[in-house]
């Protein structure tokens, strides 16, 4: 009886004892696969980073460009206006 009890503990302890080096393992290859995905973002963070830094200054050089163009628009009426107006006191 008593043997029969050890050998089922034995068989216990076998099987938790395989059951945990294949959890481990697993944890092993999560750890890893979750090192090397932190990598990848960390990189796709920078990338972003830098993208976003672009176009900003990009859009910020269309607003100017923009603004010159609105300031063009509104001489070049003013001038086409007062020509007019000049027009119509020549004698």
Same mark, same amino acid.
Do not use: P, W
């Given at each position: 009886?008593?043997? @029969?009890?050890? !050998? ?5 302890? @076998? !099987? ?5 080096? @294949? ?6 290859? !999560? ?19 830098? @993208? ?20 063009? *628009? ?9 020509? *007019? ?7």
């Amino acid at each position: 009886m008593v043997l @029969e009890e050890l !050998d089922a503990t034995r068989k216990l302890l @076998e !099987d938790l004892s395989k059951r945990y080096e @294949e959890l481990e393992a697993k944890s092993k290859a !999560d750890i890893k696969f979750l090192a090397k995905e932190f990598k990848s973002l960390k990189n796709s963070q920078t990338t972003l980073k830098q @993208e976003l830094s672009q176009s900003l200054k990009e859009k910020s050089e269309v607003e100017v460009v923009y603004a010159l163009l609105l300031l063009y *628009h509104c001489f070049i009426s003013s001038f086409l206006r007062n020509s *007019h107006l000049m027009g119509s006191y020549i004698i």
